[in-house]
């Protein structure tokens, strides 16, 4: 190995030193947040907060190694996208770091402590959210975009864990006071948010060692009608169509009702094929549900299907049912219905457009 060489690999070793010691003194801040929250503990709140200041120190010595590096060994290919993922992890860090302060900036002001159940869920969400970071700060300093990738899978788990929190804390609302929820609310979006940074350090660790860049959503969408005959398999029929990259698609209804054997026969002229569909009646958990990006109502208001939205799904109204009307005569029927599908085509195309941009297609 040559002088440059060996220079070269002792700079990447002390920078790989310096992103362990930040992430651990940020998961540390983290842990002492939680700790001082569920305790009750004010000087272990200060004491996170104050220590943010190193953390802060240490995240600028990160930055200025990494531009040091850059700038004395003009790195190309696979350490120079090596540098840039350091970077953009770092930044990421110091956010988890922030996101520690938060939760010891809200407990200190709490006026009653958590009880049992915000408690457990406390625990729950800190500790998946604490587990995915520590797996994407060894892939990432190791390099293994194997484990990276796994580690991935674990930011809807946290996602789930957090609708669930979320809506529990809904409930239990009147035993808290307004300051008090806000502050809970502030607490599990903080724990939350480390896992979206632990995702995006494993999305640089891929990066760094395959030059694959960030791979484009998937978004999954629900469609919900009356009986799931016509509007909503009209929808999942189009969008599976029309998108079969962009989206994962599913239809049911308030109940399970019969699709005519004439209307299937008329949609397979509009280019909507219904003959294998079997209406399904809608019977999903909140946890359930929070698999969704988006719910879409074809007949009325969401909430009248669901009686919780989960905190990350948004929910859209078309309300596209007027359009149906089997009781026209047949060639009326037949326009009808191909006024309803190009209808719901310029739905689904827009909400498309919307979550993907120029992916869309």
């Known amino acids: 190995m040559s002088h440059y060489e060996e220079r070269l690999e002792r700079d990447l070793s002390r920078i790989k030193q310096q992103a362990t010691l930040l992430a651990k003194r940020v998961d540390e801040a983290l842990g002492t947040a939680v700790r001082a929250l569920l305790t009750g503990d004010d000087k272990l709140a200060y004491t ?33 996208r090596l540098m840039t993922a350091m970077i953009h992890a770092n930044v990421a860090l110091e956010r988890v770091g922030d996101y520690a302060v938060t939760i010891a900036r809200e407990s200190v ?16 969400l800190a500790g998946e959210s604490r587990q995915m970071f520590k797996q994407a700060v060894c892939a990432f300093i190791d390099g293994n975009a194997e484990k990276a990738k796994a580690t991935m899978i674990m930011a809807d788990q946290v996602e789930r864990t957090f609708d669930v929190v979320f ?7 009147e035993n808290f006071s307004i300051e008090d929820l806000f502050a809970y609310l502030g607490v599990f979006n903080s724990l939350e948010r480390v896992s979206d940074q632990a995702k995006n350090i494993c999305e640089e660790t891929v990066f760094a060692v395959t030059g694959q860049t960030k791979a484009s959503k998937v978004f999954r969408i629900l469609f919900l009608d009356e009986d799931n005959s016509v509007l909503g398999p009209i929808a999942e029929t189009v969008a599976r169509k029309n998108f079969p990259e962009g989206g994962e698609f599913r239809s049911l209804g308030r109940q399970a009702g019969t699709t005519a054997p004439e209307v299937v026969s008329l949609l397979q002229e509009s280019g909507v094929d219904l003959a294998r569909h079997q209406p399904r009646a809608i019977n999903l958990s909140l946890r359930d549900l929070a698999d969704f990006h988006v719910i879409v109502s074809l007949q009325g208001p969401v909430r009248s299907y669901v009686d919780n939205i989960p905190f990350h799904t948004a929910a859209l109204e078309w309300d596209v049912g007027g359009l149906v009307a089997a009781e026209l005569p047949g060639e009326q029927q037949r326009e009808r219905y191909e006024a309803l599908t190009r209808e719901i085509a310029v739905q689904v195309s827009n909400l498309m457009t919307t979550l993907r941009g120029e992916e869309a297609d």
């Open 48 to 80: 996170t907060v104050l220590g943010d200041q190193r953390i802060n120190a240490e995240n600028r010595k990160l930055d200025k190694m990494c531009h040091a590096f850059i700038g004395v060994h003009l790195p190309s290919a696979g350490h120079l």
């Open 109 to 124: 002001h709490l006026a009653k402590r958590p009880d049992a159940l915000i408690k457990r869920e406390v625990e729950l």
């Open 167 to 173: 809506a529990d804390l809904v409930t239990e609302g």
